[in-house]
């Protein structure tokens, strides 16, 4: 079962702009994490945020949290062109983590 | 860094064959896991293992079967490919404790076909 879903299904944005993936899901979390998957190869994490967070920062990601509504964003700032990929949610703990269907970044040079 | 490899990159196999689909990890992680990937499902838990010999199904373990004797090693066997087994395999590691254990490495995937 998908714990995360991830909204927009694809996003298509010009160098230089800013890009912003959402993830809900339905259960109580311990934490949430962001992936990245350039295509054809496998995942690389970018970011947990735990439940008693609201925001974290890391280079030019920001992460927030809004465990009221069940729900994340991943903002990315200044797009690159090597940012095009695309981005998971997952939820879970060690042994069982459920993945968001993700979504499909393409940023345009 | 943490290194995940997988044995083949792309693999065309028949209907009815056995498949072996190996993982390796160099970093002493406890955890490994198999997902496979599909358009518009994402990643689905086929099957993971906490600990040399332990499997635990995942969310789709019909069809699938695994092996861990080393602690590094965690292979995937399809006993009798079918079509509808074509899918991108990703194997990942990860340790048990502490805030790094939840973040998941992974390897490059392999994408299996199966004719």
């Known amino acids: 079962s998908q714990q995360g879903e991830e909204d927009p299904q694809a996003l298509s944005i010009q160098e230089g702009e800013n890009a912003t993936m959402n993830c809900s899901y339905k259960?109580?979390?311990?934490?949430l994490q962001w992936y990245r998957q350039n295509s054809g190869r496998g995942l690389v994490h970018l970011i947990l945020?735990?439940?008693?967070?609201r925001e974290k920062h890391s280079g030019r990601l920001r992460v927030t949290l809004d465990t009221s509504k069940k729900s994340s964003s991943l903002l990315i700032t200044a797009s690159r062109a090597a940012d095009t990929a695309s981005y998971f949610c997952?939820?879970?703990?060690?042994?069982?983590?459920?993945f968001g269907i993700g979504t499909k970044l393409q940023v345009i040079p | 860094d943490v290194k995940v490899t997988q044995s083949s990159r792309y693999l065309v196999k028949r209907t009815g064959e056995k498949v072996f689909l190996e993982c390796v990890q160099d970093?002493?992680?406890?955890?490994m896991f198999w997902y496979r990937q599909d358009p518009g499902l994402g990643l689905r838990l086929i099957y993971f293992?906490?600990?040399?010999?332990?499997?635990e199904k995942g969310d789709i373990p019909e069809g699938y079967s695994v092996s861990r004797e080393k602690k590094e090693r965690f292979s995937l066997i399809l006993e009798s490919a079918s079509t509808n087994q074509t899918s991108m395999y990703l194997c990942?590691?990860?340790?048990?404790?502490?805030?790094?254990?939840?973040?998941?490495?992974f390897g490059p995937g392999t994408r299996l076909t199966v004719l």
């Open positions: 945020i735990r439940s008693n967070e």
């Open positions: 990942a590691s990860s340790l048990n404790t502490g805030t790094s254990g939840l973040k998941q490495f």
């Open positions: 997952a939820t879970g703990g060690y042994q069982k983590v459920t």
């Open positions: 970093m002493d992680h406890e955890n």
């Open positions: 259960t109580s979390i311990n934490n």
């Open positions: 293992s906490y600990d040399v010999k332990m499997k």
